[in-house]
């Protein structure tokens, strides 16, 4: 079963940053949109930022201006950049890539979560 592999969680205080980074594993995959999604205790898992091949980005109203996700397609990567994180961003985020099937429908994968904690 294929994992992404996220890296760059950590705990920073308010007005840090930190920078997410997840690697599809293995041979060079066909990549679609790929994404950062996020959880906090009690909450919905929501979108935070997704980028598709071409480039396009979209984030969620709450990170504008702070967040930026870029991506690798020769190295079959996304990073998210996170500047003046504030406590409000403490969650789980995972990693998410849309990948081609050659056989049917495109697949999605994720990444184990990787915790940010952001201390006020």
């Known amino acids: 079963q294929l994992q992404l592999v996220e890296s760059g969680g950590g705990l920073v205080q308010a007005g840090g940053s930190l920078r997410l980074s997840c690697v599809v594993p293995g041979r060079r995959f066909s990549i679609n949109v790929m994404g950062w999604y996020r959880q906090a205790p009690g909450k919905q898992r929501e979108l935070v930022a997704a980028?598709?091949?071409?480039?396009?980005?979209n984030y969620v109203e709450s990170v504008k201006g702070r967040f930026t996700i870029s991506r690798d397609n020769a190295k079959n990567t996304v990073s998210l950049q996170m500047n003046s994180l504030k406590p409000e961003d403490t969650a789980v985020y995972y990693c998410?890539?849309?990948?081609?099937?050659?056989?049917?429908?495109?697949?999605?994968?994720w990444g184990q979560g990787t915790q940010v904690t952001v201390s006020s």
């Open positions: 980028i598709t091949r071409g480039g396009s980005t």
């Open positions: 998410n890539v849309n990948i081609v099937n050659p056989f049917g429908p495109s697949r999605d994968y």
